[in-house]
Each structure stands twice: as structure tokens, then as C-alpha cells.
DNA sequence: CTACACGACGAAAAATTTTCGAAAACTGTT
DNA sequence: AACAGTTTTCGAAAATTTTTCGTCGTGTAG
């Protein structure tokens, strides 16, 4: 039995460190310099020091609210594609008014969690809260974004091709005989919005469908958004409105339906998600798939190969969406005029 | 400077027991009685131990899953009403196939969550995982139950009153003059389904309605078991079908229009949860809500309670639902006969 | 009435975390 | 370069917590 309880001790003695930095180096704490982490953590591997297992291994999912239902779902599938290497993802639903971010990061950090799912969480912000990166910087903690990576920092990264979904988006209605077809998008310094709108621009432009500015009206993901942003744009006599969210895609449909308009007859309108139940709606709703399970098993993959040591290339990976047509799209023809 | 460290040993020596005892108190752990467990709390408060801390406070919310949206709904509002308290939720979706209830409910307690929230979880069964219990008992640990409290034992839990929803939906559409009305029902041995079949026999005798048993048919909460649910029905020549969940429901749409028949015109539907969206199917979902807002509200008041060493009553407390009629139930009319 | 199995504890050992202070590494200046 | 003023990083030792192991009642079956 030569089981001779491989402890803190055994890692500090073969690293050639105390006790007390890999200690350190075990829960994360700050004042640990990158050199020494990396020495204490091979040391770890060398003589087989088993850490987390107290904890069992869990894996933090944060996410911006829980009511969105692709956040739901995207959480679950990260879920079930983690639980089979042992790891247990908990989901942290972060929101206004509610518990921070950062907070979460902090308690995940103090628990010990083995990993950390930002899934549209502030990776996808332009001004997202500094704490957040720096306790990412001070405590290191294997992972992975979903839409959207932290700039100025090494992170993996795993998304939807926004760009390329509006695209897809301008197209489909163009394709339909659309001319003035405008985006109802998401908040601005909002990343996936961004890239929606640029993608947008990009493909009204090469459709020689012109460049108005106004064509593009920024509000909140939700379905009150969306109805906002519609009544807006219908001012402007558009005929095709691409949503960011579905949520947004109903709402917009609602404002077209108040001014006495049908959809698709007088106006098509297309989603962004899919989100469960999009084909129940009236009309079952066309709108953009964003692929959840292969980004799930993407982002599950990338976690575990993190967690092994293995080193995973920094970067964003582009998942291409695809166009669901249902019934909220049709064929142009002309608006008749309000009674 | 009176500050002189309050630890463990302070604690350990005002309470008359070993350092080791209190060890394990504080974490959890089995093998103290619950004469000495309490004594130890008693001991901990009056000497000002702070505990927990290092984990800020987190909450298990254990649901089955987050796709099916009211879960992630209720998960949220808990969070949001748990915040203000500095407690943070997290929320645990154990899934057939995924991480289990009991492993969960592990990790929770390992890393030392403060409370747990079972949200219609193992509580609502009737074989329900026994290790649940037995972990529960000898590492206990404030918890609320949404939905079915834990029979043989003294749990606090809030619930809709489901055999109540049961009556209101009969009520509802026997008021519309259907009369051979059959309820899609969740899968047996879950306590919610059992109530609403009590509910929905006791309102349909109330009525004169006659008792037929195979007017209850069970299956999954899923838009599939609905769908299946009401296929077996419509052989039965029911005019008005209650569903246990809004997903089933819109199954049950589904094949009510598979066989050519209309809804709401043909055969009525009403739903049961009131999930987001559930304004914008097609029709609009006439359907049961479950009082989420002051359910959560409620679970947050009692945990908070329980943590802050308050007595709370032990029971299970019914929480009143309504019908929200939209656009899938309508007076009854003789169907024609199929083409 | 004896064994025997068990759960509950304490004492002491082992392990881990925290504290405190001293090098070492930067930084912006003469 | 040389140099103060800081900030980081880390080890030794102290403090604290967790675990191990063995004892003591208790209940129970033989």
C-alpha cells in the first residue's frame, strides 16, 4: 500500500513551493503569479493530487434571466451534455434588480466551481462590468463563452454567426419581393446586435436596398420591445421587420395588428431564436434557429478539454443559424391603403 | 478591541461540546443528534459565529429541467425575491438522463448552500428518490417545497391548489354547455396530476357529469403526451379537453386539427400553467394560472424565515389559481359530422 | 443477561487556511 | 543608472478546521 495520502503538502514539497501558495493556487485566491500557478498546477497533476472532489465537481451556467426561454434551454442542453464527465451545471440567473453577475462569479469562485458558462451574460456587452474580468484575471477559472468573448482577453468563445443570420434574415424577405425591410434590434452596445445590424447593413447594401438609418430602431429583447420598435417602423412604411428575438417578433407582430394590418399579408416578419413553441404561435413564427445543440456540446466539449489541461485555441467560433419559414413571411404585394 | 476572533472553538466551548462536533454542525455532515445540533446553533447565535459567509448565501432551486418555461419563470421570480436578502439562487434542472435530484441536493449541501427550494421537483412524487429524504434528514438543511411537500416528514410547502384548478376548468367549460369533457392528464404518481384527477372527478359528479373513467387519460407533460392524450379522447367524442400543462394543451391542439376539426369551434381546450407567450399561440391559450408571482414570494418569506431560526407552521399551503379565458374554449355546439 | 451493532461524541492528529512580514518586482524620478 | 515609493508574490508559522479513531451509551436480538 503505497497510498501515502497524496495532500497539499506532498503538491507544495514536489513544486517546491509552501504549503500556503498552493492553498492559493486551490481556491483561487489572488496573489498568485501566473508562473507559480502554472507550477503548482502540474505539480498537482504529477503527483496526482484529486482537488474539487469535495465539490463534486460543479459548473456555473450564468445567464441573463431564466423568462427567455432559449436561455432555458441552452442552460439545460449545457447541462445534460456536461452531466455524463461528472460535472454538475447550476444555473445562475442573473438580472437587473436582482443578483449581479459578478456576485455569482464571486460565489462560484468561493465554491470552488470546476468551470463557468457565460452564456450571453456580460462576454456579450460592450460595457459589461470590469469586476467581472478582473476576478477572472485575479482567480482563475477554466471558461467558456457563449456569444460573445471577453475582449482583450484569452477567452474561448463559441456563436451564433449574427452577422451572417441577418443576412439570412434580409435575404429570405428579399427573396420574397421585399424592398424596405427594417430591423427591429436588440439594446445598443449589445455585441450579437451589432453584428446583426452590420450584417444587415451589409446585406441591404449589397441588395441595393440603400442605407437608411432609420431602418434600424435599437430596444429591449422583450416582447414590449418589440412592439415599440414595430410602431416605429411601420411609420416608415416598411413591409418586412426582422426581430431580434422572438420575443420581439411577437410584440412587433402585435403593433402591426393594432394599426388594423395583417401578418404576413401586409407585412412579414421574422424571429431571431426559435425558441420552444414558436410554431404554435398566430402565425406559427418565421424566424432565425439559433443552433443550441450543437453549441451546447461545442461549449460542453471546450469545457472538459479545459478542465483535462488540454489547451483549447483561444478564439470565437461562428455557428451558422438557419431561416425556419413558418407563417409570418410572405411574398410582397402592395399595402392597401388603411381604410 | 473587545474583537477577540470568534471561531469555531469559542463557539464549541459556550455550547459544552468538541470543536469537532461543531466542525460538524457547521458543515453538514452526519452522525449529531438533533438535541446536539441545536444546541450548537443555539451557541453559534449567541456568540455571534458567522457562518456561511465565505459562500455569500447561495439557495438550490432543484426543478425538472428549464425547458418547459414556467420553471424557469418560477426559478427567476424565487431568485429575484431571495436577492434582497443577499442570497443568491441557483438553479439546479435535474433531468432523466442528466444530473440526478440526489446529486444535486449533494453538491448543495457540500457546498454548504444555506437553503434549498424544491420547485416541483421529487416532492411532487409519489415514489420519490428515498436517499433525497434520507440526505435531508441526516444533513438538514432549510428547505421549501413548490408542489407537494415530502409525505413522513415536516416540510414547509406552498402549492397551487390543483384539484381546485381541476373544478374551475370543468366549471368553465360546463358553463360553456360542453358536457363529455376529458382531461389530458399528467403522468401517474405525480401528486399535481392525482389532485387534478380528484379535482376533475369531483367537479364532473358535482355536475352529473357522469364518472367515465377513460376520460382521463395519462401521459407526459410534453406537447407530444398531449398530443397523444387527446387522440385517444377525440375517439371518445369529447367537446372539451383539459390539459395538465399548456404544452400538452397545444399537443392537444395539434391532433384536435390533425383530424379536421377546429379549436375552439370543434372541440374546446384549456391549458394549465399560463407559461409566457401563451397569449400569442394560436388561438390564444384559454388556460389555468398558477400563482407564480406570490408563490415565489411566499418560498422566499418562508425560507428567509426558516434561516433566520423562525418557527415556520409546517404544511402545505394552497395557493388559489384562475382561469384565464383567451381563445381556445367557446360554447359548445354539435360537432358535424366529419366530411 | 450477553453480545453485538450503531449512532453520537470527544481528544488528538492531520490538513488546510490565514496572517504577517520580508523579499522581489515594478514605477516613475532624479 | 541609482533610488525611493509601491505593489506583488510567497514562505514560515500560527490559527483554524476537518478527519480519524476510539470510547461510551443504548437498543436489540439471541
Redesign the pocket.
Known sequence: MEHE?I???EVAQHA??????V??V??R?????Q???QLVERAMEEVGYERGA?SGGIVGVITPGLSIPIFGVMAERIGLALAPHGLRAVVCPALPGGVQERDFLKSLLDLGASGIVFCSASNTLENFDPEVLQLLEHRPVPYVCINGRFEDSSSVAFSTDDAYAAELSVRHLHGLGHRRIAMAAGPVGNRPTDRRVAGYRAAMTALGLGEDEQLVVHQTYSVEGGQFAAEQLLAQGVTGVIAASDQMALGAIRAIRRQGLSVPEDISVIGYDDGPLMEFTDPPLTTVRQPVDRLAAEVARALVGLLSGHQVPVGELMFQPEVVVRGTTAPYHPRRPPA
Chains 1, 2 share one sequence.
Open positions: 495520502k495532500g497539499i503538502t517546491g513551493v509552501s504549503v500556503a501558495t492553498s492559493r486551490l481556491n485566491k489572488a496573489g498568485v503569479s508562473k507559480t500557478r469535495a
